[in-house]
């Protein structure tokens, strides 16, 4: 008999966010929320305002002897090692000895019976330096022999000399491509709490709970399993708490077992961003040839990135750019190296896309530079150059592109937005406007799912039935409000076949699941959500076993059935299911783990498989200009994901808009500006414009490609949607670069840097109407 009954919050159905009504009613709770214990301490930062200077000493006699100061650390307080580099390079100190290598560099801290009194004392110190010469960004540092923060990566694949050499046509360039503050609502902050002996407890905002665990541990001098971090919930983090939360949990941390007491930290806006890293800038040395029909022969590229004082994660973001700087093109010849250069600014960190967004635009840009070459609309260039059959579907790094949708989604998104007569009646409004110019792109995305740190790509999760039917449920992932934890917990729902409301979702803990990876790289739902179903599995397995001895059935005659278990004829309730099991002592709770199979990298011969699969989108834009003030609006988008067989259709679109805007943002608004002191002066929301609602478009259409459904084993076939949609951002640009190129007719690549903000946007048209 066909089974008819349903449950709630089933995979692939649209359901809400788990904390949606407390997200919009202030009720989710925070760290900050958490009560605090009697006698908590707090602390403070104090920095450098210098860029590059000698460190000669600290006198903090004024800080100590401001009214409610109990006390500073330095780096002579460092108990175990004074060091907080995520990659072990030893060159990232909690607190510096002798070399201040950025404006802004937390020097000291100051703990204090207030919040209000540390800030106020932490101003009071002097810092006696010697103030050296400094380089703020990868062209000056490479200028003044600046050395790279790690080795640089090189890909190549085929004769690059030779494809260049029977190339009709070349052109290179430079393009210079902003950062981006993270900008996540709740700032950083950590909250540490004494135990006995070596044992602490942190709670704090962090996207990588078991490298806050070991950074404690590290500089506190104590093993991990004296070190508990907890994370129920952060506001935002899209990579700017990946590492970046290291300094705050060791600042909590040696303060609150050095006076005995707990202590929380959580700086200021602006200190906060100008303490932490960024998404890194890059300069791109583009070199391309290519035929008379625009299909590409041979690329050549070098991609600079301003890294900051330390290596941080710099070196797999750069090396991700590289992973990208194809984007959705097949590449015949190819040699792409970069240069992670040393700067005496913050060093930059993990960021939505990972360096990925970087590299796709330099693939972008040269596409861009061929439609103008030859004279044609640059979608028909990206299509000519699309990845596709045999010979044409290894990438610079030498992985096969087995699942490539590109030619259908974006033929599906070509026709759904009428791109083609749209682009028509965009041109003739150009020819007839003299101040309002309208531009309108179509671009492509495939972007890499897995870490490439391959040890990041396993997951552990922890599963308990209780003994009345309620299920509790922790894993190894952060919950930042893109709905990791609902989509994980529906996932364990369908498994069990109950009630997604009967699963009690808990904070995220290294007690509970030990080794974690970073939620990061758009892999939480993919690794947590199977090694969730990994647990369930392991419990399932057991109850069928009981059920088949139990009443001497089959075990295929055993089935769970919406909130029910069917034993043979006989159909009992969950609960009672449950209690039975219970009662005849059936273990209940599992810890699952999972490992995503088949990747490799060999980062020496720059060849190996570092991505399980792809991720496809497409979006198109169009925009208008003001040439008079270089001001403009997007007035449409049309996007179309690729999100394989959507395990919450509701939560992915909202993730494929939120990324989408984003990468807008970074690429059109949001600019980041240090003077020649070195001071980041975009430190504050009233300097740094991240896009407001009325940025947003004024049509704004997005669909998910149902038809989609991924070839890999993947959990229940979806695929990744946090980093992919935010490079649909590009397409944004691309439209604002037409609109540009039409006061030259559009013979001249109007060669935008990013972030194209009105003032850059008039500047070119004022560069193409003198013919520069």
Request: glycine letters at 8%.
């Amino acid at each position: 008999m066909k089974d008819t009954l349903t449950i709630s919050g089933a995979a692939h159905t649209d359901r809400t966010h788990d904390s949606a009504v407390k997200h919009v009613t202030g009720r989710a709770d925070y760290t900050d929320d958490i009560a605090q214990p009697e006698g908590t301490l707090h602390a403070y930062l104090g920095v450098s305002d210098v860029a590059h200077a000698r460190l000669n000493g600290l006198d903090l006699t004024a800080v100590l002897a401001y009214p409610g100061v109990v006390g500073v650390l330095t780096a002579a307080d460092v108990p175990g090692v004074n060091d907080i580099s995520p990659t072990g390079q030893n060159d990232e100190p909690v607190f510096p000895t002798d070399l201040i290598q950025f404006h802004g560099q937390p020097l000291f801290a100051v703990v204090a019976e207030t919040r209000d009194i540390a800030r106020r004392a932490a101003a009071l110190a002097r810092i006696d330096c010697e103030v050296l010469p400094h380089a703020l960004d990868p062209i000056a540092a490479q200028e003044a022999g600046y050395p790279h923060v790690t080795a640089p990566l090189k890909l190549e694949r085929g004769d690059v000399e030779a494809g260049f050499a029977q190339a009709p046509h070349r052109i290179s360039g430079r393009m210079h491509v902003g950062g981006q503050d993270h900008m996540y609502l709740e700032g950083q902050i950590a909250f540490a709490i004494p135990g006995e002996d070596d044992d602490i407890v942190v709670h704090c905002s962090t996207q990588h709970p078991s490298e806050a665990q070991h950074m404690v541990a590290h500089v506190l001098g104590v093993p991990s399993n004296a070190v508990v971090v907890d994370v129920r919930r952060m506001g935002g983090g899209f990579g700017g708490k990946e590492s970046q939360m290291n300094l705050f949990c060791v600042v909590a941390a040696m303060a609150a077992k050095k006076w005995n007491r707990a202590v929380k930290i959580r700086p200021d806006r602006d200190q906060d961003m100008t303490a932490t890293g960024k998404r890194h800038d890059f300069v791109i040395d583009y070199d391309v040839g290519f035929d008379e029909t625009g299909r590409i022969l041979a690329v050549g590229g070098t991609f600079a990135a301003r890294c900051g004082f330390s290596a941080d994660l710099s070196g797999p973001v750069t090396d991700r750019a590289l992973f990208h700087a194809d984007n959705a093109y097949f590449y015949p010849h190819v040699r792409l190296t970069s240069r992670p250069m040393k700067t005496n600014t913050v060093s930059n960190t993990a960021f939505r896309g990972f360096g990925g967004p970087q590299g796709v635009m330099a693939a972008e840009r040269m596409i861009e530079e061929i439609a103008y070459a030859t004279g044609q609309d640059p979608l028909d260039v990206r299509r000519i150059n699309f990845y596709g059959g045999a010979g044409r579907d290894l990438t610079p790094y030498h992985q096969q592109v087995e699942d490539n949708i590109l030619d259908r989604l974006v033929t599906d998104l070509e026709e759904s937005s009428a791109y083609r007569q749209r682009r028509r009646d965009i041109v003739a409004h150009n020819a007839a406007s003299k101040v309002l110019k309208k531009g309108i792109a179509l671009t492509p995305v495939k972007f890499g799912i897995s870490f490439t740190a391959t040890w990041y790509n396993q997951a552990g999760a922890l599963v308990h039935v209780y003994s009345d039917g309620s299920i509790h449920l922790n894993h190894g992932g952060t919950e930042m409000g893109q709905g990791l934890n609902t989509k994980v917990a529906q996932v364990v729902a369908e498994a069990f076949q109950v009630d997604f409301e009967r699963i009690k979702i808990t904070k995220t803990t290294t007690e509970k699941v030990p080794n974690t990876s970073a939620t990061a790289a758009s892999s939480g739902t993919d690794l947590n959500g199977m090694a969730a179903l990994d647990a369930v599995e392991q419990i399932k397995a057991r109850l069928l076993s009981f059920a088949a001895e139990r009443w001497s059935v089959a075990p295929d005659a055993v089935r769970f059935v919406a909130n029910q278990v069917h034993v043979g004829d006989e159909v009992l309730s969950f609960d009672a299911f449950i209690r039975q099991a219970y009662l005849a002592r059936v273990q209940l709770s599992a810890a699952g783990f999972y490992k995503t199979p088949k990747i490799h990298w060999d980062r020496a011969k720059g060849q190996g498989r570092p991505f399980y699969y792809y991720a496809y989108g497409a979006a198109c834009s169009e925009v208008t200009i003001d040439t008079l003030t270089g001001e403009y609006r997007v007035d449409r988008t049309d996007i179309l994901h690729d999100v394989g067989r959507s395990l919450n259709p509701a939560l992915d679109r909202g993730q494929v808009e939120g990324a989408f805007v984003q990468g807008m943002g970074w690429l059109t608004t949001e600019e980041l500006w240090w003077d020649k002191a070195g001071r980041l002066r975009t430190h504050a929301p009233s300097t740094y414009k991240i896009p407001l609602a009325s940025d947003r478009p004024r049509i704004f259409n997005v669909r998910l490609a149902d038809w989609s459904e991924n070839r890999e084993l993947t959990i229940k076939r979806s695929k990744a949607v946090g980093e992919p949609p935010f490079m649909l951002g590009i397409s944004v640009f691309e439209a604002l670069s037409m609109a540009v190129a039409s006061v030259a007719d559009y013979r001249v690549c109007p060669r935008l840097d990013a972030p194209a903000t009105p003032e850059r946007v008039l500047m070119a048209v004022a560069r193409l109407r003198r013919g520069d």
